[in-house]
């Protein structure tokens, strides 16, 4: 009696596609389950990834340079402070002025572009500026990454680096995942010993099993190696 969902032929040799329509019909997706983020690489995801908040979540600099305000090339503005990455400037932009700034650090109140350091000629206390200065220049906006709520990764996607820094810019710090698959390697034959184990008359060793456990391990499953004698009935 055939089991359910094998071909009516499986009493004979089976071709490859018949083999691998049988073995697909009796496949059902794998349970999920939520990991941190940490432990993700190579999994595969079970649902949409959204961004949780505007990225970046702040206008700032796109390069070194002064933050400014937009205007004529020629000036020379007074340097009142300086915006580090992590470390915001302690006081607004006022005309005349400008603000020494790091590339990511938060753009300061009152101005509305940077100059990047090549274009300037800084002298003690001041800095003149050696371009005309757009409004907008150098400068990366809330959200220019990832709008709130838009959509990052979708389900099904395989976790890599790149996917595992989007999702935790888009917030995440853990992620559901499909489970990992676990799969068992039947290895038969009596000639078969273990690897690095001395040779009897007529064994080999057990390269199969290896290799196989290895290809389930690299697509991301758990392999279990099972030894199984030759049936003599």
Same mark, same amino acid.
């Given at each position: 009696?055939?089991?359910?969902?094998?071909?009516?032929?499986?009493?004979?040799?089976?071709? $490859?596609?018949?083999?691998?329509?049988?073995?697909?019909?009796?496949?059902?997706?794998?349970?999920?389950?939520?990991? %941190?983020?940490?432990?993700?690489?190579?999994?595969?995801?079970?649902?949409?990834?959204? =961004?949780?908040?505007?990225?970046?979540?702040?206008?700032?600099?796109?390069?070194?340079?002064?933050?400014?305000?937009?205007?004529?090339?020629?000036?020379?503005?007074?340097?009142? !402070? +300086?915006?580090?990455?992590?470390?915001?400037?302690?006081?607004?932009? %006022?005309?005349?002025?400008? $603000?020494?700034?790091?590339?990511?650090?938060?753009?300061?109140?009152?101005?509305?572009?940077?100059?990047? $350091?090549?274009?300037?000629?800084?002298?003690?206390?001041?800095?003149?500026?050696?371009?005309?200065?757009?409004?907008?220049?150098?400068?990366?906006?809330?959200? +220019?990454?990832?709008?709130? !709520?838009? &959509?990052?990764?979708?389900?099904? &996607?395989?976790?890599?680096?790149? +996917?595992?820094?989007?999702?935790?810019?888009?917030?995440?710090?853990?992620?559901?995942?499909?489970?990992?698959?676990?799969?068992? $390697?039947? =290895?038969?034959?009596?000639?078969?010993?273990?690897?690095?184990?001395?040779?009897?008359?007529?064994?080999?060793?057990?390269?199969?099993? &290896? &290799?196989?456990?290895?290809?389930?391990?690299?697509?991301?499953?758990?392999?279990?190696?099972?030894?199984?004698?030759?049936?003599?009935?």
């Amino acid at each position: 009696m055939r089991r359910a969902g094998l071909p009516a032929k499986c009493g004979v040799m089976l071709s $490859i596609d018949e083999a691998r329509a049988a073995v697909l019909a009796e496949v059902r997706p794998l349970e999920d389950e939520e990991v %941190a983020i940490g432990e993700a690489l190579g999994r595969v995801l079970a649902q949409d990834i959204a =961004a949780v908040a505007d990225v970046p979540g702040f206008a700032n600099s796109a390069m070194d340079g002064f933050a400014v305000r937009s205007g004529p090339a020629g000036r020379r503005l007074l340097i009142a !402070g +300086e915006s580090r990455a992590g470390a915001p400037a302690s006081a607004s932009l %006022a005309d005349g002025e400008a $603000i020494r700034i790091s590339t990511g650090a938060m753009l300061p109140d009152g101005a509305d572009a940077v100059l990047q $350091i090549e274009l300037v000629d800084e002298d003690v206390g001041s800095v003149v500026l050696n371009d005309d200065v757009a409004p907008g220049r150098n400068v990366r906006h809330p959200g +220019e990454d990832m709008r709130a !709520g838009t &959509t990052v990764l979708r389900s099904g &996607t395989v976790l890599g680096p790149a +996917e595992l820094g989007a999702a935790v810019n888009a917030g995440r710090a853990a992620v559901r995942v499909a489970r990992r698959p676990r799969v068992a $390697i039947l =290895a038969t034959g009596d000639e078969l010993v273990e690897p690095g184990a001395p040779l009897g008359p007529g064994q080999v060793h057990d390269s199969n099993a &290896t &290799t196989l456990s290895a290809l389930v391990a690299r697509s991301g499953g758990h392999a279990r190696a099972l030894r199984v004698p030759d049936d003599r009935a």
